[in-house]
């Protein structure tokens, strides 16, 4: 017999034909009838304090499993909350899916008065979205968000919202099977611009690889080309992914003068899986003499660096189609032969590579400051795979990127391209969420702290065992510095802090203070208690970096 349930149904079912298993969001007036499946579904929902929270640890989510975050959101006011949250995937190519009720149908841009009515709420989202897509009836729920899923595998990763009519979501739905995912067929492969990488790598002295994040599933196939004597050099969202204490690796160190050096020098480069923006390069330009592009969006394959030769795919099939190619061994055996260095030895760091490396060592320490010394004692006291949850904070950018070694096993969660207040300690709870048997720490300035403390409410009551570190350094450090810089006197800038371990207190959560002396024992305690802990450091002003 028939079973006739409402679309809020059909949104809940087709969520777990596709695998979800959590949610991040806040209940509102509209979207009621999602809530009233998600206890028979198996979905655990995680409330957060306000609904950029949920999209931040969203993202975080996302980050860690690989796989979409998924946040619930009300009409109006509950979904716009959410807009800085999805620009913020966006920018990192993250894939999270924002579902949100909207107005009811034959209602949209009537200026009627509906409760948390908005003008366009659907062109809204899809300003800063890949798309907003609006369904019109609850039958089409299953095979849309189906699509939504497969398209998170097959394109490139970014930010989906998906508006259901208010009207749709309470009326009635006769209930069917959801849509189970399509399984993802192998792409096409360009046979003759493989063969042309092979050989371009072949042929190169001083070839250099940039992998983004875009390049984080071809990472055995990176680290295969590290091993044979490629040079790795990575955006900050592909930190990691090759080993970087390997004399191969570069670093996470893009933004560098010297990298861009070492970009000019490299005879062959091959870009993988990166925009090659402004917000990686911070105001440089790279320019070499040959550039190999691999991306899965064909419209990035030439952003910021022209390619010589440009595929477009997914990294780890081509990138695997290379390293097992015999060809490709063949050609690198004869350049290290011809180069009079045995296999053994280039697999090291030829002597071009330790300039680099040298170089761009040299020019990460004039912004050390403080943030160093707070790195090497973190990751001291942290398991290798422990994941950090950063933030637009010296101590992430000037700290944690270049003076935390991370592993393949490490994850940095840092919001590169959009460049975000706020978004660490949400984050932290979505990575926690996602790997609850990890260590996960969450490490950002005070500033980006006061942005979404109210978070801290939400890991209290999940009763996660996450080390909150907040550096403090007086306020928004880096703007008073780019005031100075500019002979403006500093103003708004240096801030009134309230006891932030007071207030952790209050909230339920531990709250300490910390030196540089006790941070590690401090930060190991914290990885074992029954709540999250706030640990402050404060950091003097001397060590401000200029």
């Given at each position: 017999m028939a079973e006739v349930v409402t679309g809020g149904a059909a949104v809940i079912d087709s969520l777990v034909a596709n695998g979800v298993r959590h949610v991040f969001g806040i209940p509102g007036t509209h979207n009621l009838e999602l809530y009233r499946y998600l206890p028979a579904s198996g979905i655990r929902h995680i409330v957060t304090r306000h609904e950029q929270g949920a999209g931040y640890a969203a993202d975080g989510y996302a980050r860690v499993t690989g796989g979409p975050g998924v946040l619930i959101t009300t009409s109006g006011p509950g979904i716009t909350n959410a807009i800085t949250a999805l620009a913020t995937s966006y920018a990192d190519s993250v894939p999270t899916l924002a579902i949100s009720p909207g107005p009811p149908?034959?209602?949209?841009?009537?200026?009627?008065?509906?409760?948390?009515?908005?003008?366009?709420?659907?062109?809204?989202?899809?300003?800063?979205?890949?798309?907003?897509?609006?369904?019109?009836?609850?039958?089409?729920?299953?095979?849309?968000?189906?699509?939504?899923?497969?398209?998170?595998?097959?394109?490139?990763?970014?930010?989906?919202?998906?508006?259901?009519?208010?009207?749709?979501?309470?009326?009635?739905w006769v209930r069917r099977t959801a849509t189970p995912p399509p399984a993802a067929l192998p792409a096409d492969l360009d046979s003759v611009a493989i063969g042309n990488l092979i050989t371009a790598l072949g042929q190169a002295t001083r070839p250099l690889l940039i992998a983004g994040g875009g390049a984080r599933g071809a990472g055995e196939e990176i680290r295969a080309l590290a091993a044979r004597g490629v040079p790795v050099l990575t955006t900050v969202n592909g930190k990691g992914i090759l080993d970087e204490t390997d004399p191969l690796s570069l670093g996470a160190s893009i933004r560098l003068a010297a990298a861009h050096q070492a970009v000019a020098e490299a005879d062959l480069v091959i870009a993988v899986g990166t925009e090659l923006g402004d917000s990686d390069l911070w105001g440089g330009v790279l320019e070499s003499a040959q550039v190999i592009r691999i991306d899965l969006d064909p419209g990035q394959l030439h952003k910021n660096l022209r390619a010589d030769l440009a595929i477009t795919g997914d990294?780890?099939?081509?990138?695997?189609?290379?390293?097992?190619?015999?060809?490709?061994?063949?050609?690198?055996?004869?350049?290290?032969?011809?180069?009079?260095?045995?296999?053994?030895?280039?697999?090291?760091?030829?002597?071009?590579?330790?300039?680099?490396?040298?170089?761009?060592?040299?020019?990460a320490a004039k912004d050390a400051g403080a943030w160093a010394e707070v790195q090497r004692v973190l990751a001291g006291v942290l398991p290798a795979d422990a994941v950090v949850a950063g933030d637009s904070s010296q101590v992430t950018y000037y700290g944690t990127v270049h003076y935390w070694p991370f592993t393949p096993a490490n994850r940095l969660l840092y919001p590169t391209g959009y460049a975000t207040l706020g978004y660490g300690l949400p984050a932290a709870i979505g990575a926690k969420i996602a790997a609850p048997e990890r260590a996960v720490v969450g490490l950002f300035g005070?500033?980006?702290?006061?942005?979404?403390?109210?978070?801290?409410?939400?890991?209290?009551?999940?009763?996660?065992?996450?080390?909150?570190?907040?550096?403090?350094?007086?306020?928004?450090?880096?703007?008073?510095?780019?005031?100075?810089d500019r002979g403006i006197a500093p103003q708004a800038v240096d801030l009134y802090q309230p006891d932030l371990p007071a207030l952790a207190r209050a909230i339920g959560a531990y709250g300490v203070e910390?030196?540089?002396?006790?941070l590690g024992a401090l930060t190991a305690e914290a990885l074992t208690a029954d709540r999250p802990t706030l640990i402050l450091l404060p950091i003097p002003t001397r060590d401000h970096t200029a």
């Open positions: 149908r034959g209602t949209v841009g009537k200026d009627v008065g509906w409760l948390h009515e908005l003008k366009n709420q659907q062109g809204a989202l899809d300003a800063v979205c890949d798309r907003s897509i609006r369904v019109e009836s609850a039958d089409e729920l299953p095979e849309t968000i189906a699509d939504i899923f497969a398209g998170f595998r097959t394109r490139r990763p970014r930010p989906v919202h998906l508006e259901i009519p208010v009207d749709v979501l309470e009326g009635e990294a780890q099939q081509i990138l695997h189609a290379v390293v097992t190619n015999s060809h490709f061994t063949a050609e690198r055996e004869r350049e290290t032969a011809a180069a009079g260095r045995p296999e053994a030895e280039a697999a090291g760091a030829a002597e071009h590579v330790v300039g680099w490396r040298r170089a761009i060592v040299a020019e005070d500033g980006a702290a006061m942005f979404t403390i109210q978070e801290l409410v939400t890991a209290t009551e999940l009763k996660l065992a996450l080390p909150i570190v907040v550096a403090d350094n007086g306020g928004y450090a880096e703007i008073r510095e780019q005031m100075v910390a030196t540089i002396e006790t």
